[in-house]
């Protein structure tokens, strides 16, 4: 980060008038601050961490989470909870209609393998 970074960082525009408000209010306008201004800055110090090759593997590694997290990667998402789940996580009417399903779609699969297993097929079928 630059030295002209942290001066911007800390012209903050109207700190004047934060000086005038009472407790929520300024704590309201330091929150809005730090969650604009501030998550830029540190969004671009994490970025240029993670592609500083001298810095500790430790550090890069850290920051590369922080960059993940922030963008999403880590939260749950919807779509997984639409995955198949596993037959230890189902309940009994969900593992007989999936095992009622395979069974459905067994004699379908078996076809396939068998003729996977043509010589002509290749490796990969």
Known sequence: MSDADFDDFEAIEGLD????????QLREALTDHAQTRGLLIAYRACLQLCGDKKAPAAARGQAASNVFRAVGLYAKRESDDSRAKEPHEMEPEEFGKASAKALRDLPRLLARLEKKGDPDSGVFG
């Open 17 to 24: 008038e934060l000086e005038n408000l009472d407790g929520d």
